[in-house]
């Protein structure tokens, strides 16, 4: 038996957030949001027209010559950077340098779980107040108030911080495979960063709110090894891996809840190819969720002695 533990880096949120209370509403800036609507709902309508899922290089290209075009016009200092692993598209880094003292990033991603060609069936469509189009909340929108607040903040003339750091990458639906670790080394030199994801659903947050944090993901796999034979003829002979993945299954569902931080449940399994045969191998996957860095360390020798 063989269980192991994979983390996908996170491009969940890295924020932090000062616990000073709300600061009154700018009246000036927010008449500038409300009188900027038709500019984002025209952004919003130009980046869901771009057909961007994680797999298609294609239309990541367009977006993410889309967005850097739109930082460009903004002021900032752009780059792209290839991703390490995966679908092969590029991230795009915009840099402003301010007056202050601190250090801000914000990220958000360019692409969609959709497949290509699905405008076929899901066009962007306006009905009433509400607009509709594969990834419009998730990321689009995401990206659409980034870069226009930064245009709103611009043109007020707030530049209070060292540098601010934007960045999209095209790969946040699978994992951030390859743009992860790039985001952690740049989170890691910035003194806040704000994951501009769709709001909570109003279920979960009563207001609009900042989200302090969401717990990052990893995949664990349990591999059974048996011994095939004829289940008609010699069902003795073989050893069983289907029964022996139940067996662990049952002694391992439990065992993240006693480690503060993590929380673990199975949930696919595959066992067998015919119904005549003892099965050799079995194998199962389990979505692990981790709230403290260290959770994972944690975990693995206590999984590992069950
Ligand atoms: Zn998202």
């Known amino acids: ?16 957030a000062s616990s000073s209370a709300l600061a009154a ?5 927010r008449a500038a949001a409300e009188q900027a609507q038709p500019a984002v709902i025209e952004s919003l309508h130009d980046m869901v027209l771009i057909e961007s899922g994680s797999g298609d290089v294609e239309g990541l290209k367009k977006m993410a ?9 903004l002021g900032a200092k752009t780059e792209r950077r290839k991703t390490t692993k995966g679908a092969g598209a590029d991230m795009v880094i915009g840099t402003f340098e301010g007056t202050g003292s601190k250090k801000l990033m914000l990220i958000a991603h360019m692409d969609t779980v959709y497949e290509h060609g699905i405008l076929d069936s899901q066009p962007y469509k306006v009905d009433g ?20 607040s930064l245009k709103i903040l611009n043109d007020a003339g707030w530049r209070d911080y060292a540098k601010l750091t934007v960045s999209f990458n095209p790969d946040e639906e699978v994992g951030s495979i390859g743009s992860g670790e790039i985001i952690a080394e740049l989170a890691d030199q910035h003194d806040v960063v704000l994951s501009c994801e769709p709001t909570v659903a109003p279920p979960v947050a009563k207001n609009e709110s900042l989200l302090l944090g969401a717990s990052g993901t990893a995949t664990g796999t349990l591999d059974v090894k048996g011994k095939a034979s004829h289940a008609g ?3 003795q002979l073989g050893r069983n891996a289907l029964i022996e993945l139940a067996h662990q299954l049952l002694q391992t569902q439990d065992v993240a809840k006693s480690i503060p931080g993590t929380q673990l449940n199975w949930t696919t399994a595959k066992a067998g190819t ?3 045969q003892i099965p050799d191998h079995a194998s199962a996957g389990a979505d692990i969720r981790l709230t403290i860095r260290t959770a994972c360390k944690s975990c693995r020798p206590r999984w590992t002695r069950r």
């Open 25 to 29: 509403v700018d009246e000036k800036l």
């Open 129 to 148: 107040n509400r607009i509709y189009g594969p990834g419009i909340a998730d990321d689009k929108g995401g990206i659409a108030v980034i870069l226009h």
């Open 65 to 73: 010559d889309y967005t850097e075009a739109r930082l460009k016009a």
């Open 233 to 235: 003829a010699a069902p």
């Open 1 to 16: 038996m063989k269980l192991s533990i994979k983390l996908l880096a996170s491009a969940g949120l890295l924020a932090l």
């Open 274 to 276: 015919v119904r005549n």
